[in-house]
C-alpha cells in the first residue's frame, strides 16, 4: 500500500477486471469511487463510493471525477470506444485527475495486425498528449477465455501458423493493476502483462488434453477458411476482423512476449493454463468429446 492513500476513480466495476480491482481495494480499505454506467448493475463492495457516468457522456463524467486523483480506466468495447475513450480522459483532464492507468494490450502500434491493439495505441497516444501521468497496463489475451479458444469438439482452428502466445489471467491482472495502482515509480511505464510460458497452439491442445483428460488439436486455418468458418456467428466487420486478426497476430510473433511484469509487480507467478485448467473445469464445460 501506498504511504498515503488517494482517492482512486475505478472504472468498469460492474465488469470481470474492475469488478476484481474494485473487491481487491475494499479488502484492503483503499479508498475508491466507482463508475458505472448504470447504478443498479453497481457491484456491493463494502466503503466505496459509486457514481453514475459513462465515457461518451463527458459531462457525467467530468462530474464523477470531481475530486479523483487517480483514474483506472479500463477500456471498453465496440466501434464507437475509441472516441468513448477520448471523451473519458478529456473528461479527466477538465476534472483534475492526476495520473490515468489505462488497460491498454500487448504490442499496440498504428499498424498492429490484431486490430484492437491499433485502438488502444491512439487511446494512449490520446492519454500521452494530455500531459497527465499515466501508466499503461499491456496485457496479452485472457488465459480465462482460452478454454472458449476450443471448440466443443476440442479444436482450436485459426490462422496463426506456428507461431506463440502467453496467456495472463485477469487475476494475475487484477493484481498488477493493484500494485500500479497503490504504490510510487510508475509514471511513465507500459508494462507488458502476459504468463510465464509462450505455447503455440499445438502445445496448447497438448496441455488442455493432459490437464482435462479430453483430447484436442490446432488446426490451422487460411485467412479466407477463418473468415468463412466464423460467418455462421453473424459478427459484424469490426467483431471479425479483430477475431481473425488475433490468430494472425500470433502467427506473426506480436503475440510471442514473455514479461517478467506479474513476477515482479506482485510478487507471485502467472497462472498457467494447466493451472487455470485445473482451477475452472467449469471452464471447459462446452469441450464435448468423449474422454480419452
Ligand atoms: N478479451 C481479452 O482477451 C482481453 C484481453 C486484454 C484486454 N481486454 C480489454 O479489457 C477490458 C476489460 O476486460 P473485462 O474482462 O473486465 O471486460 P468486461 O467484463 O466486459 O468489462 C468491461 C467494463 O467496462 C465498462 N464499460 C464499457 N464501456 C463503457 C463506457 N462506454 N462507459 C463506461 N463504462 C464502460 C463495462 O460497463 P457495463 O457493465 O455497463 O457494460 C464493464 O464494467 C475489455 O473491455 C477489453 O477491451 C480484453
Given at each position: 500500500m501506498a504511504t498515503s492513500a488517494p482517492l482512486i476513480g475505478?472504472?468498469?466495476?460492474?465488469?470481470?477486471?474492475?469488478?476484481?480491482?474494485?473487491?481487491?481495494?475494499?479488502?484492503?480499505?483503499?479508498?475508491?469511487?466507482?463508475?458505472?454506467?448504470?447504478?443498479?448493475?453497481?457491484?456491493?463492495?463494502?466503503?466505496?463510493?459509486?457514481?453514475?457516468?459513462s465515457y461518451e457522456d463527458g459531462p457525467s463524467m467530468r462530474a464523477a471525477l470531481d475530486g479523483i486523483q487517480i483514474l483506472f480506466l479500463v477500456s471498453g468495447y465496440g466501434p464507437g470506444r475509441l472516441e468513448h475513450h477520448y471523451s473519458a480522459i478529456d473528461a479527466a483532464v477538465a476534472?483534475?485527475?492526476?495520473?490515468?492507468?489505462?488497460?491498454?494490450?500487448?504490442?499496440?502500434?498504428?499498424?498492429?495486425?490484431?486490430?484492437?491493439?491499433?485502438?488502444?495505441?491512439?487511446?494512449?497516444?490520446?492519454?500521452?498528449?494530455?500531459?497527465?501521468?499515466?501508466?499503461?497496463l499491456r496485457p496479452t489475451f485472457y488465459l480465462d477465455r482460452a478454454p472458449r479458444w476450443f471448440s466443443p469438439e476440442g479444436v482450436i482452428k485459426g490462422p496463426a501458423g506456428n507461431g506463440t502466445i502467453s496467456w495472463v489471467s485477469r487475476d494475475n491482472l487484477a493484481d498488477v493493476t493493484i500494485a500500479v495502482l497503490t504504490t510510487n515509480g510508475h509514471d511513465g511505464a507500459s508494462y507488458e502483462i502476459t504468463g510465464a510460458q509462450a505455447l503455440t497452439l499445438a502445445e496448447a491442445a497438448e496441455q488442455f488434453s493432459r490437464a482435462t483428460g479430453l483430447p484436442a488439436s490446432y488446426q490451422p486455418e487460411t485467412l479466407e477458411e477463418a473468415r468463412a468458418s466464423r460467418a455462421r456467428f453473424n459478427p459484424t466487420d469490426w467483431e471479425l476482423e479483430a477475431w481473425v486478426s488475433t490468430y494472425v497476430a500470433i502467427a506473426t510473433g506480436e503475440m510471442s512476449v514473455i514479461s517478467h511484469t506479474v513476477q515482479a509487480l506482485t510478487g507471485h507467478a502467472p497462472q498457467t493454463l494447466a493451472d487455470y485448467l485445473h482451477q475452472h473445469p467449469e471452464s471447459y464445460q462446452h469441450v464435448t468429446v468423449t474422454r480419452l
Open positions: 475505478v472504472t468498469g466495476s460492474t465488469g470481470q477486471l474492475g469488478g476484481r480491482v474494485a473487491a481487491r481495494f475494499a479488502a484492503q480499505g483503499q479508498p475508491q469511487r466507482l463508475l458505472v454506467r448504470d447504478l443498479a448493475r453497481a457491484p456491493q463492495i463494502p466503503g466505496a463510493q459509486i457514481v453514475q457516468a476534472a483534475g485527475v492526476e495520473r490515468i492507468v489505462y488497460t491498454s494490450f500487448l504490442a499496440t502500434a498504428p499498424q498492429a495486425t490484431f486490430t484492437h491493439a491499433r485502438e488502444h495505441y491512439l487511446t494512449e497516444q490520446h492519454i500521452r498528449a494530455s500531459g497527465k501521468r499515466y501508466t499503461f
